[in-house]
């Protein structure tokens, strides 16, 4: 399988971890360094920001509201008054969007604490300014995914490019698939699931395979849950790029707050996905060393029921398996290979069988 996150991202066999700052930054380039340090603590490889021009991406003429949602100030700033719900923000919301010197800000703060730096761009002007400014990765958003005439700009970009799979189906995906293999361009799935937070039962990873299969290629993990079960799962079945939404305190509010991870919480998913890369290892199945003192314990030899005269054929009736306590003596795998053998010497009841008792 072709290994993206190998070549492009990170090399080894750990999980590489986005921290999808996104827009939970509320605006605040205070918040957005503070959450890059917690990001970078947490273990996290990389953040992700998302990059829009407002004026290039709302036809003109078109009128935005006057965005009505509170946005905390910091981690706590939690008002008393119920939550606006999920999709009832104001899109696009200007108060959450960076200047390009703030991005290039951010850009650089990434670069002196060691940490890699990820944009979602929204229009073909962010493409332009990562392309410029020499990204590493760009990251397409789900909604986008089947905005095919926008695909085929960020692949003429030859930017190796993460995408979203959220609100697609097979068919649409080897469309976008075939643009990226037309183009040149290096790209990888995340497999996704467009609902914020999103339900444990809509999750599907079971798609992961399917992708996998599909394409030949790593498939990796955007999730948009509140527990570890859904990356868990992904790594797994072999996801190796995990994105997830992170927040200073999952109750500020923001568009997005709610659907994130806390930065604790990340911590201790990255620590898990490591460990269960871990506990996956391979598929050759053989006794292992570290099951040698259980076996030492309970493992049992071939004895004999009766006693064997020398020239007897061994026959099941004449042997049984004990624990015996030594640590010679046939083990109970070898009993095809005794039954039949024929004995050299006079073997009493209850003799723990070897192979020098044989002719």
């Given at each position: 399988?072709?290994?993206?996150?190998?070549?492009?991202?990170?090399?080894?066999?750990?999980?590489?971890?986005?921290?999808?700052?996104?827009i939970n930054h509320n605006g605040s380039m205070d918040m957005a360094k503070r959450m890059i340090d917690a990001s970078k603590?947490?273990?996290?490889?990389?953040?992700?920001?998302?990059?829009?021009?407002?004026?290039?991406?709302?036809?003109?003429?078109?009128?935005?509201?006057?965005?009505?949602?509170?946005?905390?100030?910091?981690?706590?700033?939690?008002?008393?008054?119920?939550?606006?719900?999920?999709?009832?923000?104001?899109?696009?919301?200007?108060?959450?969007?960076?200047?390009?010197?703030?991005?290039?800000?951010?850009?650089?703060?990434?670069?002196?604490?060691?940490?890699?730096?990820?944009?979602?761009?929204?229009?073909?002007?962010?493409?332009?300014?990562?392309?410029?400014?020499?990204?590493?990765?760009?990251?397409?958003?789900?909604?986008?995914?089947?905005?095919?005439?926008?695909?085929?700009?960020?692949?003429?970009?030859?930017?190796?490019?993460?995408?979203?799979?959220?609100?697609?189906?097979?068919?649409?995906?080897?469309?976008?698939?075939?643009?990226f293999a037309k183009a040149g361009c290096p790209m990888m799935f995340l497999h996704c699931t467009s609902a914020y937070p999103?339900?444990?039962?809509?999750?599907?990873?079971?798609?992961?395979?399917?992708?996998?299969?599909?394409?030949?290629?790593?498939?990796?993990?955007?999730?948009?849950?509140?527990?570890?079960?859904?990356?868990?799962?992904?790594?797994?079945?072999?996801?190796?790029?995990?994105?997830?939404?992170?927040?200073?305190?999952?109750?500020?509010?923001?568009?997005?707050?709610?659907?994130?991870?806390?930065?604790?919480?990340?911590?201790?998913?990255?620590?898990?996905?490591?460990?269960?890369?871990?506990?996956?290892?391979?598929?050759?199945?053989?006794?292992?060393?570290?099951?040698?003192?259980?076996?030492?314990?309970?493992?049992?030899?071939?004895?004999?029921?009766?006693?064997?005269?020398?020239?007897?054929?061994?026959?099941?009736?004449?042997?049984?398996?004990?624990?015996?306590?030594?640590?010679?003596?046939?083990?109970?795998?070898r009993f095809y290979e005794i039954v039949g053998m024929t004995t050299g010497l006079d073997l009493p009841v209850h003799h723990?069988?070897?192979?020098?008792?044989?002719?």
């Amino acid at each position: 399988m072709h290994g993206f996150k190998e070549k492009y991202l990170k090399e080894g066999s750990e999980p590489y971890f986005i921290a999808e700052i996104g827009i939970n930054h509320n605006g605040s380039m205070d918040m957005a360094k503070r959450m890059i340090d917690a990001s970078k603590n947490a273990g996290a490889d990389a953040v992700k920001f998302q990059k829009r021009d407002i004026g290039l991406l709302v036809l003109p003429g078109v009128t935005i509201p006057t965005p009505t949602g509170y946005l905390s100030k910091d981690e706590n700033d939690i008002p008393s008054e119920k939550a606006k719900a999920f999709g009832t923000w104001t899109y696009p919301d200007a108060r959450l969007e960076l200047t390009d010197d703030q991005f290039l800000e951010l850009w650089e703060y990434c670069r002196s604490k060691g940490i890699d730096f990820i944009v979602s761009p929204w229009e073909t002007a962010s493409v332009d300014f990562l392309k410029d400014n020499g990204a590493k990765v760009i990251k397409l958003a789900s909604i986008d995914t089947t905005n095919y005439q926008f695909c085929e700009y960020i692949a003429s970009k030859g930017i190796p490019t993460i995408i979203s799979t959220g609100m697609t189906g097979y068919s649409e995906l080897q469309v976008t698939w075939d643009i990226f293999a037309k183009a040149g361009c290096p790209m990888m799935f995340l497999h996704c699931t467009s609902a914020y937070p999103s339900p444990i039962e809509d999750k599907h990873l079971s798609c992961i395979p399917v992708l996998q299969s599909m394409f030949g290629h790593d498939v990796g993990f955007s999730g948009h849950g509140t527990t570890v079960v859904g990356t868990l799962g992904a790594v797994a079945l072999g996801a190796r790029v995990v994105e997830k939404h992170v927040s200073l305190n999952r109750k500020m509010r923001g568009p997005d707050h709610a659907a994130s991870l806390e930065f604790d919480e990340l911590q201790e998913l990255i620590s898990l996905s490591r460990d269960m890369v871990k506990a996956m290892g391979h598929s050759r199945k053989r006794f292992l060393p570290s099951e040698k003192v259980l076996h030492g314990v309970l493992s049992k030899r071939i004895v004999t029921k009766v006693a064997v005269g020398a020239g007897d054929q061994i026959t099941p009736e004449m042997i049984f398996t004990s624990v015996t306590k030594e640590s010679g003596g046939l083990l109970p795998d070898r009993f095809y290979e005794i039954v039949g053998m024929t004995t050299g010497l006079d073997l009493p009841v209850h003799h723990v069988l070897e192979l020098s008792d044989f002719e």
